[in-house]
């Protein structure tokens, strides 16, 4: 039985071709798939750890990938001039969230976000407002950015909060005036500014980003030099704050 491990090892630690089954007649091609059957049969384990082996090599080759591509959009993803920043302006480090206000997950990630960002006290928070759900989706965004665009950050925030925590329903004109009522903004006045290009350009920028970034869904974070591509529970994402520092 010892032929097998050394024929692997032999396949792994030298070129393709000194290991070449084709040069085998077929009754040694035979035996040794024979062999190989009976070696992990007899040996399981080599396949689990093969396959964590392999999931490993994946994950890195993943994060490798991503990190290439935040450093390649890097300008566009940080400093693009147009999206919300919250939490610390000054923070160390920079926690970027792709959002769409109709997303289960991201409601659920909603309250751990701020909690992270509000006891940290020194990371800086961009909002990529990333409407992919749907046309109210869309509507929704529209009135968060032209909410930011026309009335400020402070309102802006109140919008963002309370599509989360307060809005249930469908997104129309009637129930986005409510909305701005309950929430002491002047309604009429954001939905005014919702068609403008300048909102659009938000909206189409950030869809080109997360084209070149290869997101398709949401929350996706970008977080230092990182990427996290869904929900994780606050402990995760705690941690991954600690790492980027290291």
Do not use: W
Not at 100 to 108: E, I, L, P, S
Not at 199 to 218: F, P
């Amino acid at each position: 039985m010892k032929l097998v491990p050394l024929a692997f090892a032999a396949m792994i630690a030298t070129p393709a071709t000194a290991f070449d089954m084709t040069k085998m007649t077929e009754a040694e091609r035979d035996a040794f798939r024979a062999e190989v059957r009976a070696y992990l049969m007899e040996n399981p384990e080599v396949l689990a750890e093969a396959i964590d082996e392999l999931q490993k090599r994946q994950a890195q080759a993943a994060a490798d990938g991503d990190a290439a591509l935040v450093k390649a959009n890097a300008a566009d993803i940080f400093e693009d001039g147009f999206s919300f920043v919250g939490g610390n302006p000054e923070g160390s480090l920079t926690v970027v969230e792709f959002i769409d206000y109709r997303c289960g997950y991201c409601r659920k990630a909603h309250a751990e976000v701020a909690d992270l960002v509000a006891s940290d006290g020194d990371i800086r928070y961009i909002v990529k407002e990333f409407p992919i759900l749907g046309e109210q989706s869309v509507i929704a965004s529209r009135f968060a950015i032209a909410a930011l665009q026309s009335v400020g950050r402070d309102a802006y925030e109140k919008i963002n909060a309370g599509f989360y925590e307060d809005f249930r329903g469908d997104v129309t004109e009637d129930t986005l005036l409510s909305f701005a009522e309950d929430l002491g903004l002047d309604g009429k006045a954001i939905l005014a500014k919702m068609d403008a290009p300048e909102v659009t350009k938000v909206i189409e920028a950030n869809h080109l980003l997360a084209q070149r970034m290869q997101i398709s869904g949401t929350p996706t974070f970008v977080m230092g030099d990182q990427m996290l591509r869904g929900y994780a529970p606050l402990e995760t994402m705690r941690a991954i704050v600690a790492g980027e520092r290291g």
